[in-house]
């Protein structure tokens, strides 16, 4: 076990910041309303020009008219949607199909009007590309069966028995089956153009997941490299043989430094009498000065010791002001932390992780319950440890060197932690309570599900500004999960307390609902409410 600092290592490069790319389907239907706007726009300024030469036009007067009544509807309703999308963005595909749906009709009476063999006939491949586009596929099929079916239709009101062609161009020169074979070919041709912007769509869509996976991939292969920076940094700090090794605290004989921070080392010891193996904490020297600051180490050791659970560092020993040294003597843990971890697997697996947040939340509960705050919970001091006769050993919460009392003031003023997994109320030096740590345990669990941390950045106040005013990029837009995870982890992360989980048990059951697509309507409801005040950020940093 190993003993840190107040705050990580500054000037060391932070984990990349992560792009919201959203799903690849996601960026398709995001185009939908710059393509209902460019089709509202030349629908509009069609309809308004034909409309003004049609008098001059000629033709059969009753189709004419027709024509011309069916142009205003679809000016008015092109415009009406140029309107509608200055602000309703949400309704766009609803408001392009009733538009769609209006302009068709009026093509179908100005086929009428030119010619059911006519190259007006043009005109609805056009239409159908649009329909094609708006990425709803009931509303491609609609529109293809639609568009297809009312051709037909009017050719065959048209040529019906007995009845005069009324086009301007007419099909009185073609045989009937010259007139079966043009009317194929454009069915031919409608089908084709719908078969054609299905593939088309299904590549782009395809294309996009596969650069959403590259690019995924950039991000969290920057992540890591940044952990492994900031480690390699924090390595350099430890050397093997301390100022204290080869001596004795207690009855503790103390060996290598396997720890540092800025309140003081860690070393491996041995009991003199047991032969037991521990981990000894002891303050730098030149804080063995100040009264006060030993007096809060001794503190915050009785702290830790009353949080009883095996889920939490055993703390064995403490000796006090009578002692050589002030020093804590904890239970000598063998195994990897959850740094250590995720450089090895990016990403948890789901059954991993929902373990992880299950054993660490009853860590928290055991804290709560004694009054305790943790206030550093991060993947360096959250412990797989091996366990006789566990295989897939045990969780442990470590190092409650910052904890404090819940309720109990800001520590002189100082704002202790580690920023990218610090709650907003820990980073505003407020009033701290057990829902602190949950945040952290929250942005614990948005580090292993997408392989990016939640929060990032040049310098400690960027990311003190992201942990208060901000949130991270969507979990989906970074990671295969369902969108569900996303609402599960926005409650995880809610800038006030009262908008958490009330314990990690609550959390844990969520996520379990959330990777099977499920959860409750009033969990949604609370999530879309911290969203709606804080949204996932989409920029690039």
């Known amino acids: 076990m190993s003993d840190r600092g107040d705050l990580d290592t500054p000037g060391v490069a932070p984990e990349a910041p992560a792009l919201d790319l959203g799903s690849a389907s996601d960026l398709v239907r995001g185009e939908v309303v710059s393509r209902a706007r460019m089709f509202a726009v030349l629908a509009l300024v069609l309809s308004v020009n034909v409309f003004l030469v049609l008098p001059f036009v000629g033709g059969d007067a009753y189709a004419r008219r027709l024509f011309a009544l069916a142009l205003v509807p679809a000016g008015l309703t092109s415009a009406w949607l140029l309107w509608e ?10 408001l392009a199909l009733v538009v769609g749906c209006v302009c068709l009709v009026a093509a179908l009476a100005g086929i009428h009007y030119f010619g059911v063999f006519s190259p007006a006939v043009t005109v609805l491949p056009v239409g159908l590309f649009f329909f094609g586009l708006i990425g709803d596929v009931r509303a491609e099929l609609g529109g293809y069966l639609g568009t297809s079916s009312s051709y037909f239709g009017l050719v065959v009101f048209t040529l019906r028995a007995g009845r005069r062609d009324p086009g ?16 194929a070919l454009v069915e031919i041709t409608l089908l084709l153009t719908f078969m054609s912007i299905r593939t088309a769509r299904s590549s782009t869509i395809l294309a996009l997941a596969r650069h959403d996976r590259i690019v995924r991939g950039m991000a969290q292969r920057d992540a890591l490299l940044a952990e492994v920076r900031k480690d390699l940094a924090r390595a350099l700090d430890v050397a093997g043989v301390g100022r204290f090794s080869d001596t004795s605290v207690g009855r503790y004989h103390l060996g290598n430094v396997i720890g540092r921070g800025a309140m003081g080392e860690v070393y491996e010891a041995i009991h003199e009498d047991t032969r037991a193996e521990a981990a000894v904490k002891l303050l730098h020297t030149h804080t063995l000065r100040d009264p006060g600051t030993v007096e809060r180490f001794l503190r915050e050791a009785k702290m830790a010791a009353s949080v009883d659970t095996p889920h939490a560092v055993r703390i064995l020993e403490v000796g006090g002001f009578d002692a050589d040294l002030p020093y804590i003597a904890m239970e000598r843990l063998r195994g990897e932390d959850l740094a250590e971890r995720l450089r090895q697997t990016p ?25 305790v705050v943790h206030r550093d919970l991060k993947p360096r001091n959250v412990f797989l440890a091996e366990v006789e006769g566990q ?20 520590t002189q003023g100082r704002i202790v932690g580690t920023p990218e997994y610090m709650a907003p109320e820990q980073a505003a030096g407020e009033k701290v309570s057990h829902r602190t740590d949950l945040f952290s345990l929250g942005a614990i669990a948005y580090r292993a599900l997408t392989g990016a941390a939640a929060f990032s950045g040049d310098h400690i106040a960027e990311i003190f500004y992201q942990v208060t005013h901000a949130m ?40 379990e609902a959330a990777s099977k697509g499920s959860i409750s309507a009033e969990l949604r409801a609370r999530a879309e409410a911290v969203l709606a005040g804080h949204p996932w950020r989409t920029d690039a940093g």
Do not use: C, M
Request: aromatic letters at 6%; zero cysteines.
């Open 472 to 511: 991270p990029a969507r979990p989906s837009s970074l990671a295969d999960v369902p969108p569900e995870v996303d609402l599960v982890l926005a409650v995880a992360l809610a800038k006030d307390p009262a908008g958490r989980f009330e314990n990690a048990v609550e959390l844990a059951d969520a996520l």
């Open 347 to 371: 990403r948890l697996p789901w059954i991993e992780l929902l373990r992880l947040l299950r054993e660490v939340g009853d860590g928290l509960r055991a804290a709560r319950e004694a009054g």
């Open 168 to 183: 301007i161009i007419t099909g009185y020169a073609l045989t009937p089956a010259q007139e079966l074979v043009f009317v």
């Open 85 to 94: 999308l200055r602000k309703n963005h949400a309704q766009a595909v609803g």
């Open 391 to 410: 295989p897939e050993g045990r969780w442990k919460i470590l190092d409650f060197g910052v904890s404090k009392h819940a309720g109990s003031e800001v």
